[in-house]
């Protein structure tokens, strides 16, 4: 016993011995998608390897754990460095105090210019708090296959011919969409884009800041497209009952024949599967209204509380390199951020980037632009509609309820 | 109405029993069973939706070698030993030693003592989170596996100091008082006379802290921060992801972790079941 309480000791002991080495770069991270893991193991050994003196210790969370775990070390014991999201998820931290200045290293590595389309996902008030490593869009993922079955040629542009589909698809006992809103979040990836379509992204911006009701005649018009959609038998049935992941097999199986997702899904289709998934993007539905998308960016950054900074800072410069940005927005199947970098050779993501290269103005996304509370409310409230549209009148006043808590009555 | 062997019943009554055992044990074993059988699976299969047909190739040794390939599992089990050994004898010998102060000796003022040791399991420990990350903060024990095991003895001490009070207070008092009057010391009463009486206590109380202390999750999320101290609930988690999860390692890392608190209770199963009963039945 007196020997085991010894090694105990000596065990702890040790643990804190390793943690007091000067150039030490602790990154606490969230991003334990296997590829996502990949990704990151891949970058902090370049990054060794260029810096061999500094020793990175990667500490990897699930992603609600990370958040639980987050405000409890931002306010303690802060890592060197975190990976979280641009926009208003990152706000919420500056406006905490937690989270570091760090234009200057877009100053000293020139990365307005390296990165201009998340400049503005980055800042708070024109100053930088975090450099981004990776952006996404969202689009649809269709079996070509299935839509060959049912007699589709081409892939729709227009509201009109997007109903069209899925009346064909649904002919052919094809359910057209497939959605898993257990995790709330794939509701409101079609929020977004039926919003941005119908109303533009500077209304957009105003609902997400609560600057406008949600109880607006131009909100209802939006659900009123989705109605559409609902009514016409586009999506899966129970879906609440599945989380995103769980919805997939529709696809795979060949019951369901498009979802509206993000690249991580790529990795996710089965071999055979995944040779006949092709992407096209969110059709437009007023041409009056320009081409405005949502790509979250996920970024690293420096809590205030950090010890290391100065070589914190040189991991953002690393990471904001051309190479380094090909290499792990490769892994990720995701877009650099850096123009130099080269978008990975698949149609998936070029697609996107082509897409976003269009694209007159560019979101995060629900949950990542609008106050976290309100998201909640909102994304259930989605969820919701879906299942019954009807409801729409008292969904949108519980939502308005929680917008005027939040934000302050109109 | 005591349970009568299901010999002495009717035959159709046995039948009945025959079928329906098996049926209900089915039923209540099915979780377990869809965690072994998304242990063995490809993720390929999980991707078609194949979660109860039979796998289109058992991938039982994959899963679990890159479980072990891809974190650092085999530490993660190490540091749960670590937190959790020193944590249940700590609290073994605090809550004895403060169950027999509260048994045997009668000053004013015990039963609020006693109170309060109960009335501490009653606070839900998530209230708690703050002020504990300051206290280990302050002590310079946060991010070790000191803040987590102290946390884990002062918390778990409530519960085991009035179990084992209720236990010493039900001995035969005769017994310690025959021991002073042969003069024997309160201190060596408790060892030779308390201790070897309440044994079957213990056991049972260590395995219950066994499973409690390893399957906590939240306080090793809150006080450990690095890779290379966490236990295994917590390791586990880096094998969820933030979109994508693979079930089936995610499975397969659950049986690995779930297996020293079953072990345990194998072991122990006997000590348990005496502890839990002792003294239940006395007229």
């Not at chain 1, 969202?138 to 081409?154: C, K, N, P």
């Not at chain 1, 941005?196 to 609902?207: I, M, S, T, W, Y």
């Not at chain 2, 009335?119 to 989170?129: C, H, K, S």
């Amino acid at each position: 016993m007196k020997y085991f309480r010894t090694t105990v000791c000596a065990l702890a002991l040790a643990a804190v011995a390793t943690t007091a080495n000067a150039r030490d770069l602790v990154m606490n991270a969230n991003t334990s998608d296997p590829a996502q893991k990949q990704a990151m193991e891949d970058l902090i050994a370049d990054f060794e390897a260029a810096y061999p003196d500094i020793d990175v210790k990667f500490n990897l969370y699930d992603h609600e754990a990370f958040k639980v775990a987050m405000r409890n070390f931002l306010v303690s014991d802060a890592p060197d460095l975190i990976t979280w999201n641009a926009g208003n998820r990152m706000k919420v931290f500056v406006d905490l105090g937690l989270l570091e200045d760090v234009s200057d290293v877009w100053e000293a590595e020139g990365l307005y210019e390296k990165m201009p389309a998340v400049v503005g996902a980055s800042s708070v008030d024109g100053k930088q708090y975090g450099v981004p490593y990776a952006y996404y869009a969202w689009g649809f993922y269709y079996r070509q296959d299935l839509f060959d079955q049912a007699g589709i040629t081409e892939t729709p542009t227009t509201w009109e011919e997007f109903l069209d589909v899925g009346a064909k698809l649904n002919a052919a006992g094809i359910t057209p969409v497939t959605i898993g809103t257990k995790n709330l979040w794939p509701a409101a990836g079609w929020f977004d884009f039926l919003n941005l379509r119908v109303n533009g992204v500077d209304f957009h911006a105003e609902l997400m800041d609560g600057k406008v009701k949600y109880t607006d005649e131009r909100v209802k018009n939006v659900f009123a497209k989705w109605a559409e959609l609902v009514e016409a038998d586009f999506f899966v049935e129970n879906h609440p009952a599945y989380s995103f992941q769980e919805a997939l097999p529709f696809m795979n199986q060949g019951d369901a024949a498009m979802y509206l997702l993000a690249p991580f899904i790529v990795s996710m289709f089965p071999e055979d599967v995944r040779a006949k998934v092709e992407w096209f993007p969110f059709p437009i539905i007023d041409e009056a209204v320009g081409i405005y998308e949502d790509a979250p960016t996920d970024s690293f950054h420096i809590p205030v509380n950090a010890k290391n900074k100065d070589d914190a800072r040189l991991f953002l410069a690393f990471a904001a390199q051309a190479d380094n940005q090909t290499k792990t927005a490769g892994t990720l199947d995701m877009l650099p951020p850096n123009v130099n970098a080269s978008v990975k050779d698949d149609r998936f993501a070029k697609g996107g980037f082509a897409q976003l290269s269009k694209a007159d103005g560019i979101m995060q996304f629900y949950d990542r632009d609008t106050d976290p509370a309100l998201a909640k409310v909102g994304m259930q409230g989605f969820q919701e509609f879906l299942q019954n549209p009807d409801r729409i009148d008292q969904i949108l006043e519980r939502i308005e309820a929680e917008r005027a808590r939040i934000y302050g009555p109109l | 109405m005591f349970p009568r062997p299901i010999q002495d019943a009717s035959p159709r009554a046995q039948l009945l029993y025959k079928i329906a055992l098996p049926v209900s044990l089915i039923i209540w074993l099915l979780p377990m069973i869809a965690i072994v059988a998304t242990a063995g699976r490809s993720l390929s299969d999980l991707n078609y939706g194949n979660y109860w047909g039979v796998p289109t190739e058992w991938a039982f040794i994959e899963n679990f070698s890159s479980v072990f390939g891809s974190s650092s599992i085999g530490n993660y089990l190490l540091n749960s030993v670590i937190i959790t050994i020193p944590s249940i004898i700590g609290a073994l010998f605090l809550s004895t030693l403060a169950g027999a102060g509260l048994a045997l000796y009668k000053f004013r003022g015990r039963f609020v003592i006693l109170a309060l040791f109960i009335a501490g399991n009653f606070v839900p420990f998530q209230i708690l989170m703050i002020p504990v990350r300051q206290l280990t903060l302050d002590l310079g024990i946060y991010d070790t596996y000191w803040g987590v095991i102290l946390f884990q003895i002062a918390f778990q001490t409530g519960f085991c100091t009035f179990f084992m009070r209720n236990f010493i207070a039900d001995l035969p008092f005769e017994l310690v008082e025959a021991a002073r009057a042969e003069g024997v010391s309160e201190w060596k009463i408790l060892i030779h006379v308390i201790v070897p009486l309440v044994r079957p206590a213990l056991a049972a109380l260590a395995v219950l802290q066994f499973t409690f202390i390893w399957n906590d999750f939240f306080w090793p999320l809150i006080l450990i921060q690095s890779d290379e101290l966490r236990p295994i609930t917590l390791g586990l988690t880096t094998l969820k992801g933030q979109y994508i999860s693979s079930f089936n390692l995610l499975a397969a890392g659950s049986l690995i972790a779930a297996l020293p608190p079953v072990m345990m209770f194998f072991a122990m199963q006997r000590h348990f079941i005496a502890g839990l009963t002792l003294g239940a039945s006395k007229g």
